[in-house]
């Protein structure tokens, strides 16, 4: 089945249940075993049913098995954010003493997750130059479990030299994850390119309105192999003293065992589980996905194109632009060479892209991107402000930098308004 068809029929099948054409909303807490064997049973994974809602739920598991087969993946997790999906993946892997080597371009939130909070818990982040990887291989030590980037990086929209990226882990047996909240499945099919784990904030272009909250985590077919028996990997491969003595490498044969594992112990532990409403919001974003994604591309194209020759744009960053550092990844890697509806331009000074900001009429102030409405932001004063003047200039991101997260609108009236915007700079 193509990506289209699957985002719509996937994990449901009409002809069960009453044939609600829509998946039903179990706003359950837990469910009735009927017997105290099928109890047994579900805890000791001998049989598989809803137990309690904070580690499965019927509506979740739809989302879930669509998702993971719109992105060509073993199984997917849902999670209550994206900030909860990219915890999950990285504290699945590492613990105190661990390493983990991070991308300098990610979004501001998962750096201060990363290298900040995380530190606390004893696990150290590395930080790379992934335009080029070329220092890569020698941050690798025997302590560290997972090398995290973004595919499509927000907010300085870079693309990472991702094969050569892969293609280091894997000769090193350590796991990939690319947070792939920016491109979507529809964009960019990281597995394809040797990516082990992928991310998402669900709560930017799979929901797509701006008006639910969540995250996912999608395994690949072939991350089972790299976590059995792999002596990086001790808590894939030791007995579970929480679970009582349960070895996930040993249920390889039937199940996907990196989001076992974070069901059954981050989640389990944890609690940051997406609500059912919740679940039922994304699937109805997952719906429009592929064609709201082409329209977000098309916008975005024609605006990046118009600040492009702007006079008082100093420059802009957008892949999907010819003179863009980007380009050339964004043909190689994204789908048709469409480059998202993310971009980013440089003005003179803090003041005059404030001036810009806020001037424009349809463009709303949000620190959110991936909605239908067009968005507009001053990343160093609000989703970059934690990070120092010395990090910041790391991750790329400038006084003068402003980031558009383009909706769908008619661009002529998107661009009429910046351009009476841009008078003001
Ligand atoms: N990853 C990326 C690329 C993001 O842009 C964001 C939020 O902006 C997140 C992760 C965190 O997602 P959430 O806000 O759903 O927790």
């Known amino acids: 089945m193509n990506q289209e068809t699957i985002a719509i029929h996937a994990g449901y099948d009409t002809k069960t249940g009453v044939g609600a054409m829509s998946v039903p909303i179990y706003s359950a807490t837990a469910f009735d075993f009927g017997t105290a064997q099928t109890a047994a049973n579900r805890f000791c994974l001998a049989e598989l049913g809803p137990i309690y809602s904070r580690l499965t739920n019927p509506t979740l598991d739809i989302l879930e098995t669509r998702f993971a087969t719109l992105d060509k993946g073993a199984a997917a997790i849902s999670t209550s954010s994206g900030q909860a999906a990219t915890f999950f993946a990285l504290a699945n892997l590492a613990q105190v003493g661990d390493n983990v080597i991070v991308a300098k371009k990610i979004y501001g939130g998962s ?44 907010p300085q929209i870079a693309i990472p030299d991702i094969e050569k990226i892969t293609k280091i882990a894997k000769k090193h047996k350590i796991v990939t994850i690319a947070d792939n909240t920016v491109a979507t499945p529809v964009l960019f099919e990281a597995f394809k390119h040797g990516v082990d784990v992928t991310l998402y904030s669900a709560t930017k272009y799979i929901g797509g309105q701006g008006n ?24 894939f491969n030791e007995p579970d003293e929480s679970y009582h003595g349960l070895v996930y490498g040993t249920l390889a044969a039937n199940f996907d065992i990196f989001t ?22 994304l699937i109805q974003g997952l719906e429009t996905l592929s064609i709201r994604m082409q329209k977000h591309c098309q916008n ?14 100093k420059s802009v960053n957008y892949p999907g632009l010819k003179n863009d550092p980007f380009y050339d990844k964004a043909q190689r890697y994204l789908k048709d060479g469409l480059a998202s509806g993310l971009i980013s331009f440089d003005l003179s000074s803090k003041e005059a892209a404030t001036r810009v900001i806020n001037s424009t009429k349809l463009f709303s ?23 120092s003047e010395e990090e910041l200039e790391k991750v790329g991101v400038g006084a003068g930098s402003i980031r558009l997260s383009i909706g769908i609108e008619d661009a002529n009236d998107l661009i009429e308004d910046l351009k009476q915007a841009l008078d003001n700079a």
Do not use: C, W
């Open 300 to 313: 975005a194209q024609k605006i990046a194109e118009f600040l492009n020759t702007h006079p008082k744009v």
């Open 111 to 154: 750096s201060t997750l990363i290298t900040h909070t995380m530190k606390r818990f004893g696990i150290n982040a590395r930080l790379f130059d992934s335009d080029n990887a070329d220092e890569l291989e020698s941050l690798i030590d025997e302590n560290t479990r997972a090398i995290f980037f973004e595919s499509l990086s927000n």
């Open 260 to 281: 076992l594992r974070i069901r059954l112990s981050l989640m389990r532990d944890i609690g940051a589980t997406l609500s059912p409403s919740s679940a039922y919001g």
């Open 212 to 235: 639910v909250m969540g995250g996912m985590i999608v395994s690949s077919k072939e991350l089972n192999s790299l976590l059995v028996n792999n002596p990086r990997y001790p808590h």
């Open 365 to 387: 102030i949000v620190v959110n991107i991936g909605d239908t409405k067009s968005l507009i932001t001053h990343p160093a004063s609000t989703t970059h402000s934690q990070l």
